[in-house]
């Protein structure tokens, strides 16, 4: 007789191989066994709604029977090569057509890769070292991006914190960090240094925050005045906000940007991309030796992820599935606030309709240090009584995606509503 495995179990055996008990990613208490549509269901057979959608990727639900074909009929004929395959390419061209900033690009296996290569990129494009980032952005997990992430201790502005141990103090000297949407800071900030930065790296919506209007076009303004390489971290925001990202919809083109996520179709696959001339410096024959960006993956563009990523792509360009995303993602932030209304609960519903979170605050959220002085422990209660009542998110963070159906809004609302009853109680 074949033996199942309660959750439990997998938690006890995690904890003996895994740090912490899990892969450093999500709760570890939880551990999903499958996923289709819009629903997961994990160990002991629960089922959630998935607001998670794998932190971004599984914008049509998990198990697109579409993806899946296209993934079977590439997999008989090699899962990577380690050399150059043609779904990669059609997929590079394909995301050129789309992007704004994007002449070439380069192929890495995460988005954390690809920030960290960027911010290479425009070091070596420069001869410069220094480099801006906004107190709270994430850009996956190099050293420079791991510099004032989550800080809990605020300090003076630039000085940078680190968020991991392990990191030489001399990238602390190289990093300088900005408060989000102040304009008058960045501008006195560049005006100081502007001579000795390489790149200014942002997330156009940082983490959930928007961008105040005009922020965005004045640093694209002030790094063009100072020759700084400006990086959008497009890896949560390309192909989510519009089919040309963030820097479409908000009408603002960096030099460089990052992709991940959504471009592999759920399997791991991110990319640098920008303007040539910068996209030249990972060409040994085109800058020399000496100003070469070394740069290669085992996995990089493998065609799995290539072929998955290209009709993802190709069905999200089909008429009226943006329009779909922010009406899902509407009704949502709606149900949401009128749940916490009810209750008087004191609330902002931050970030983009395809992207948001609920901070418990009269405040505006502006930058990180707003979002820090939320009412973080009611946020906390009132996750886990979502995830009570069958709805599977990230604590900072709602994915609304194409596979949502009229039962899961009318569940979701409905756990909106008691999960705000239950913070009251």
């Known amino acids: 007789m074949l033996k199942t495995h309660t959750q439990q179990d997998w938690i006890d055996r995690a904890r003996e191989t895994l740090p912490g008990g899990g892969l450093g990613n999500f709760d570890p208490s939880i551990f ?20 998670l959608i794998g932190s971004g990727p599984m914008l049509l639900g998990h198990g697109h029977p579409e993806v899946l074909e296209v993934i079977f009929e590439q997999l008989p004929k090699g899962q990577t090569f380690f050399a150059n395959n043609a779904a990669a ?11 704004p900033c994007a002449e070439q690009l380069r192929y890495v296996s995460s988005g954390g890769e690809a920030d960290m290569y960027a911010i290479r990129a425009a070091r070596a494009y420069t001869g410069r070292d220094k480099i801006v980032k906004f107190e709270g952005g994430y850009h996956g997990m190099s ?4 510099m004032s992430l989550a800080p809990s201790k605020m300090v003076n ?10 990191i030489p103090q001399s990238v602390a000297d190289e990093m300088l960090i900005a408060p989000f949407n102040d304009f008058d800071y960045i501008r006195s900030l560049l005006a100081e240094y502007g001579d000795q930065i390489a790149g200014l790296i942002v997330e156009p919506l940082q983490r959930i925050i928007p961008p105040e209007p005009g922020f965005l076009q004045l640093l694209r303004d002030e790094c063009t005045k100072y020759g700084i390489v400006l990086i959008f971290d497009e890896v949560v925001t390309g192909f989510r906000f519009s089919y040309g990202g963030a820097q479409e919809l908000y009408g603002v083109s960096p030099d460089l940007c990052t992709l991940g996520k959504i471009i592999g179709g759920g399997f ?16 040994k024959a085109s800058v020399g030796s000496d100003r070469w960006l070394m740069q290669l993956g ?14 993802t792509m190709e069905i999200l360009r089909r008429e009226g599935q943006f329009d779909k995303l922010r009406a899902n993602g509407q009704r949502l932030m709606d149900a949401a606030s009128a749940a916490l209304k009810e209750h008087g609960i004191d609330h902002r519903v931050v970030g983009d309709r ?6 418990f605050s009269d405040a505006e959220i502006r930058d990180y240090r707003n979002v820090l002085l939320s009412d973080t422990e009611r946020a906390s209660r009132f996750n886990a009584d979502l995830r009570l009542r069958g709805i599977f998110k990230a604590p900072g963070k709602t994915y609304p995606s194409l596979a949502l159906t009229e039962e899961d809004f009318a569940q979701t609302e409905a756990a909106y509503h ?8």
């Open 298 to 311: 085992t996995l990089s563009g493998n065609p799995v992820a290539a072929v998955a990523g290209l009709k």
């Open 418 to 425: 008691a999960a705000a009853k239950a913070i009251v109680a």
């Open 354 to 359: 395809t992207l948001f979170e609920i901070v």
């Open 268 to 283: 791991p696959l991110a990319a640098t991309a920008g303007r040539a001339d910068i996209m030249a410096h990972f060409d």
């Open 32 to 51: 999903i066994r499958e996923g289709k549509g819009s629903r997961v269901w994990d160990e002991d057979g629960n089922e959630y709604i998935d607001y």
């Open 157 to 166: 502005f630039p000085m940078a914190v680190p968020d991991s141990a392990g």
């Open 89 to 99: 390419i059609e997929l590079a061209e394909e995301i050129i057509r789309a992007v």
């Open 143 to 146: 050293a420079e991006a791991q």
